[in-house]
């Protein structure tokens, strides 16, 4: 019964928070690019403070030593909300790679497009990729942001595997600078049904950055899908676990 009550209060408190944060971001949608970015950073911190203090749902993070310096591009294993909001508040400024489709959300599309995402562009064919690529030079060398993306597209189960699609690794090569695996296991705490949160520990784990230059695309994305998945079976599931038992 507890956690079903501080499931219900997160998700009260977040429908009626995100319009109002939305509104204030909107606002100041006369700032530079990098301070909206870090007044979106500051929503993230938020919801994330809610669901460990209502869900029970706390985190570590392990091989912050691994985080080289900037420029690079993270490519991140997608199972849950939850890593969205932390690299977001781990990394910011940072930029996510996501589809132009997600701008159109009320309140949330609107904030999240003054946040400098790169927008994938279906419609533009053969050369949506090139277009990616100038927008994450821009994002990266003028205005210093770090660019995350989920090279499997759309969120998947714990313990299932979706296909590792190429553009992280091409976006990354295009740019000249690392790609920085990241692991996690936070589908069995907060899984993709907004009702169903799970108190227990999810663990975050960052993994040796990857030199792109010079690699054939199809073998580096190969190699990068192996070292997450291999470290997401490694941690396994964390729910129901104490910190103070790790």
């Known amino acids: 019964?507890?956690?079903?009550?501080?499931?219900?209060?997160?998700?009260?408190?977040?429908?009626?928070?995100?319009?109002?944060?939305?509104?204030?971001?909107?606002?100041?949608?006369?700032?530079?690019?990098?301070?909206?970015?870090?007044?979106?950073?500051?929503?993230?911190?938020?919801?994330?403070?809610?669901?460990?203090?209502?869900?029970?749902?706390?985190?570590?993070?392990?091989?912050?030593?691994?985080?080289?310096?900037?420029?690079?591009?993270?490519?991140?294993?997608?199972?849950?909300?939850?890593?969205?909001?932390?690299?977001?508040?781990?990394?910011?400024?940072?930029?996510?790679?996501?589809?132009?489709?997600?701008?159109?959300?009320?309140?949330?599309?609107?904030?999240?497009?003054?946040?400098?995402?790169?927008?994938?562009?279906?419609?533009?064919?053969?050369?949506?990729?090139?277009?990616?690529?100038?927008?994450?030079?821009?994002?990266?060398?003028?205005?210093?942001?770090t660019i995350v993306v989920f090279p499997e597209g759309t969120r998947i189960a714990p313990g299932k595997r979706g296909k590792y699609k190429t553009g992280g690794v091409r976006l990354a090569q295009g740019c000249d600078v690392p790609v920085l695996p990241v692991a996690h296991n936070a589908g069995y705490c907060w899984p993709r049904h907004p009702w169903r949160k799970h108190a227990g520990v999810i663990t975050l784990s960052i993994l040796p950055p990857v030199a792109t230059r010079n690699r054939d695309v199809t073998e580096l994305n190969a190699e990068i899908e192996g070292v997450i998945e291999a470290e997401v079976e490694r941690l396994g599931s964390g729910r129901g676990l104490s910190l103070r038992n790790l």
């Open 1 to 145: 019964m507890k956690q079903v009550l501080g499931n219900t209060a997160f998700l009260l408190l977040q429908a009626v928070f995100t319009p109002l944060y939305a509104v204030l971001v909107c606002a100041a949608f006369w700032l530079p690019p990098r301070q909206r970015n870090l007044l979106c950073a500051g929503y993230v911190r938020v919801l994330l403070a809610w669901a460990r203090g209502l869900c029970g749902i706390h985190w570590r993070i392990e091989g912050r030593e691994n985080i080289p310096p900037k420029p690079f591009v993270v490519l991140s294993k997608h199972s849950s909300t939850w890593e969205t909001l932390m690299l977001e508040s781990l990394f910011a400024p940072g930029s996510f790679v996501a589809k132009r489709e997600l701008l159109w959300i009320p309140f949330f599309g609107w904030g999240f497009a003054l946040s400098s995402p790169i927008t994938i562009d279906r419609s533009a064919g053969a050369t949506a990729m090139e277009k990616m690529i100038a927008q994450g030079r821009e994002r990266l060398f003028q205005r210093g942001f």
